[in-house]
């Protein structure tokens, strides 16, 4: 196991330059975790226990522990030792989840990589689902896969479970569609639309969004993002309380006001989405249905966190906390070669 430690630096490159070793594993699972020893080796188990069902397709796992103080280091530190499949744990002491997931981005060697959430387990079918998807031969697109309740006593949040392939339009608001916490996408990919934005995400100062920005980045540079309703896996997240819900419901959509100031000119349609909850919040005052009946939840939080993330932006930018998303300085001459053919 490689153990290391990633000082603040001003811009670290998404992805290690060319040329990789001989033995560069075809997918890289990369785990972010702090402070959840417990999840992470359920996760790491079902992670390895997928890579076992599907032996001929190589595979790495990076495990990114972002400041834990429980004893995951030391954890990790046990397993690499006796993991069958190759394991990298960085320690990268920067808060948030969009910093921890720079620095697995910068360690993984796959060509195909895998964001998985500590809280998650894979179907054991995952790999075979995986291959199948990317053997067409289609790369540049990001794609997700399903995503279904782990524990029966939590509550039906953070799951995607629809039954059909489908693509996104700028008809449908990208939170959610593709849950960061079951991402995928070729090296290439990653190496072009470059780093995660440090601003946004868990941990970050605008609290949630990396992903989405990532799938809205992706479209702005011509690319598809894709769900399909296999690459199964499961999501213990643990909430069986409204006061959980609610938190990260407002949570969610603090960093989607944020993400909508930021890409006004690029992206004028996300303002759409926020008429439109808009508009469903002035119905419910008169009767009109809610943004989840089951769960309870109302528009008003939507739009109320909307405005204030695009507020904390404005104060971000104004504060000088500019995004890390600086092209890579390297890039494949085959991302560039294919990029340009498009």
């Not at 971000?316 to 001459?333: S, Y």
Request: proline residues 6%.
């Amino acid at each position: 196991m490689n153990a290391e430690r990633h000082p603040p630096l001003h811009f670290r490159p998404a992805l290690p330059a060319p040329p990789w070793p001989r033995q560069r594993p075809q997918v890289s699972f990369i785990v972010c975790t702090r402070d959840r020893v417990a999840v992470l080796e359920a996760c790491i188990g079902s992670i390895r226990a997928a890579c076992r069902a599907h032996p001929g397709f190589a595979a790495e796992l990076v495990v990114v522990d972002n400041g834990s103080r429980d004893g995951t280091a030391k954890y990790l530190s046990r397993i690499a030792a006796t993991s069958d499949i190759a394991l990298t744990a960085i320690s990268e002491p920067r808060p948030g989840l969009a910093a921890a997931r720079n620095a697995g981005l910068a360690r993984a060697r796959g060509r195909v990589l895998v964001f998985v959430d500590d809280d998650c387990r894979l179907d054991r079918s995952y790999l075979a689902d995986l291959q199948r998807h990317y053997a067409s031969g289609e790369k540049w697109l990001i794609r997700g896969g399903r995503v279904e309740i782990g524990d029966a006593r939590d509550l039906p949040f953070t799951i995607k479970r629809c039954d059909k392939r489908e693509r996104l339009t700028r008809a449908v608001h990208p939170g959610g569609f593709v849950l960061g916490c079951n991402m995928t996408m070729h090296r290439d990919v990653a190496a072009r639309i470059g780093p995660f934005d440090e601003r946004f995400g868990a941990g970050g100062a605008l609290r949630s969004a990396e992903d989405t920005d990532y799938l809205v980045r992706a479209m702005l540079a011509g690319m598809a993002v894709e769900y399909v309703p296999d690459m199964t896996i499961f999501h213990h997240h643990g909430r069986r309380g409204r006061k959980a819900i609610d938190r990260l419901h407002r949570d969610y959509h603090f960093g989607n006001g944020a993400l909508c100031l930021k890409h006004f000119r690029r992206a004028p349609w996300l303002l759409r989405h926020f008429y439109w909850a808009a508009r469903a919040a002035m119905r419910e005052l008169t009767g009109g249905p809610r943004f989840d009946s089951d769960l309870r939840l109302s528009h008003w939080p939507i739009v109320l966190m909307n405005l204030a993330g695009a507020a904390k932006f404005t104060l971000l930018v104004l504060a000088g906390r500019p995004d890390r998303q600086a092209q890579p300085a390297q890039e494949t001459t085959e991302a560039s070669a294919e990029a340009g053919a498009r």
